[in-house]
Every structure is written in C-alpha cells, then in structure tokens.
C-alpha cells in the first residue's frame, strides 16, 4: 500500500488565502486590521526560523505584526513589562512569546500574564481549561492544525482508537483533548510506556509527537492507519525530519503527513487564524 500524502503546505496555502479575503474584509468594511506581537527571547536559531516564518505569515494574509527581540539574559520582570504593554495596546490582538525561554526565566509566569483574550497560541490556564471542558477559545496552533489534517484525510474519528506519543502540554495533552470531542477513543503514550508498539499497533490515527528522528518505524504502525507526524528533528547533515520513518510508514500507512511541509505550515495558519479570531472577538464582528 502506498499511503495518501497529506500536505499541510497545500492546506495552509488554502487556509492563508481564505485569511486574506477575511482580513481585507476586516479592514475596508470594520477598519479593523488584526495585529499580533511575536516576543522573541535570545539568539536561538529554530527560534529564529520560527518566528520569520510567522512574520512572512502575517505579512501574506495583511496582518500587522511587529516583532519584540530581548537579550538571552533578559531578567523575569523586564520581559513581564513588555507582556503588560502589550497587554495594553489596543492594536494587538494576539501576543506569542517564542518558546523555549531561557533558563532564569519563569514560562509558566510569562504564559499566565498574557491576557487570556489576547493568547493565541492557547496557553493561557483560562484557555487550557476551556478546551478542556469542550468550550474552546483559542486552541492551540499544533493540536488545531492536526485536526484540520485529519479532516483532510478524509477519515471520520468516532469511534475509532487513537494513540499519540507524547503528552506534553503543547502538543500531546490538547491533540487528545480534541480527538476526544470527534469521538475518538484517546490513548496517550510517553517515555514510559511498555510495549509502545502494543499501543501504536492498535492505532487506526497514529500522533507522533516525540522528538526523536525517525523512531516510528513501519512495524508499529497497523497497515491503513493515518499518520500525523509531528516532529521537527535536525539530522548532521543539516536536512530536517520528522518522528516517523516516513519511507518505510508510508508503504503500510492509509494517509501520513511529511516532514517538511506537514504539521509545521499548519501550525502558522492557525496561529494567523486565531489573531484573525482575536481581532474579530476585540471588536464584537460576527459575520
Ligand atoms: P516534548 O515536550 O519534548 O515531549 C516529547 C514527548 O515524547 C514526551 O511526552 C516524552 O515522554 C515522549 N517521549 C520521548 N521519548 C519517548 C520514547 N522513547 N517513547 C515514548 N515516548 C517518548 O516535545 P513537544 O514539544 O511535544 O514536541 C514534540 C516534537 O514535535 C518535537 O520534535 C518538536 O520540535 C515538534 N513540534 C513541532 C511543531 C510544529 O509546528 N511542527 C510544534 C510543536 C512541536 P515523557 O513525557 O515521559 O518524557
């Protein structure tokens, strides 16, 4: 079998295009032009890329955004006062701080300051609890972006067993959060379960979410299964890959995303679809 490619580079094309409309919309009939602050904190390159490549985003679709670049030694309240002018300022309606933040700083502290009516990204505990009890606001980017390739795959969720590898808080906890409301049945593997591959066999939409290049291999996976490969992973010799063994998956699989040009490019159109939300929420547009 030879698996369905799902390509979330062509999906986010869509959706950016879709995005321009709403905000060219927004802005000749409301005057309204969503904005969104990316905090960037020190020199990391995949950082960097990130946040460039959310810039290119905004710029695409024709929403403002403007770029804020501490040093790597920034103390705590410094970067506090930025969230809190941010906070403030009535024309951002989204606020990302790039994650990792370095060492001395608390996260957990930067990610509950920002407001919860201006956090895009979903961290916000408010917003970590709505989509918990199936109130969604802002959901986060990855997780959504996964949903949206799932539905591009054609396969209809309820009832089906659905296993994901990783359960952090950024991607592994709320991709189960929402499986679970397209009525899927929801396994959450970790480092510590014993076998994986008993789960992982079992999965008819397999989640890889994990950090490690190429560790699914085409043995754990049960033939015709969608693979959703979350992974983002720098090889020696500079090429990225995913977690799953895409040339040997993809000969069992029914459907699996690639790396790149998968979940990545999703994870941006959502984030650029969450500030078009914001926008329209700050300022009472239905339509
Ligand atoms: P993370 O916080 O490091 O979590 C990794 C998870 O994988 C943990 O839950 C860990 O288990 C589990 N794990 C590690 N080794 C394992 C093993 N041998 N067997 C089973 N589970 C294992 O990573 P993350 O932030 O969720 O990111 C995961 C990957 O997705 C990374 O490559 C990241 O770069 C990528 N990513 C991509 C995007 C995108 O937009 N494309 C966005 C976010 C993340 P424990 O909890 O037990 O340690």
Not at 99 to 128: C, M, T, W
């Amino acid at each position: 079998m030879s698996a369905k490619v799902i390509s979330g580079k062509e999906v986010a094309a869509r959706i950016k295009q879709e995005l321009a409309r709403e905000v060219g919309l927004l802005k000749t009939k409301y005057n309204v032009t969503p904005g969104l602050a990316v905090v960037l904190v020190g020199e990391d390159p995949a950082s960097q890329v990130y946040v460039r490549n959310k810039e290119k985003g905004c710029d695409l679709v024709g929403i403002y955004s403007e770029k804020h670049v501490l040093p790597a030694d920034v103390p705590q309240d410094k970067l506090m006062s930025l969230i809190e002018q941010l906070n403030n300022d009535a024309k951002i309606h989204g606020i990302l701080v790039q994650l990792p933040l370095p060492e001395q700083i608390d996260s957990q502290a930067v990610l509950e300051a920002i407001r919860a009516d201006k956090d895009v990204d979903g961290f916000h505990p408010y917003n970590v609890g709505k989509l918990m009890v199936g109130e969604a606001r802002f959901v986060p980017c990855t997780p959504q972006g996964i949903m949206v390739l799932l539905k591009e795959s054609g396969m209809d969720l309820k009832g089906k067993q659905a296993v994901i590898i990783g359960r952090s808080n950024i991607v592994g906890k709320p991709v189960a959060l929402l499986l679970l409301q397209e009525h899927a049945t929801v396994t959450i593997c970790h480092s510590r379960t014993k076998p994986l591959s008993e789960q992982t066999l079992r999965a008819d939409v397999l989640v890889a979410a994990i950090g490690r290049p190429r560790f699914v291999t085409a043995d754990m996976v049960k033939p015709g299964a969608v693979v959703i490969d979350v992974g983002v992973n720098r090889l020696p010799d500079g090429k990225l890959c995913g977690d799953v063994d895409y040339d040997a998956v993809a000969e069992k699989a029914g459907a699996i995303t690639p790396v790149p040009g998968g979940v990545g490019p999703m994870t941006i159109a959502m984030l650029l679809s969450n500030t078009v939300k914001s926008a329209r929420l700050h300022n009472n547009i239905v339509e």
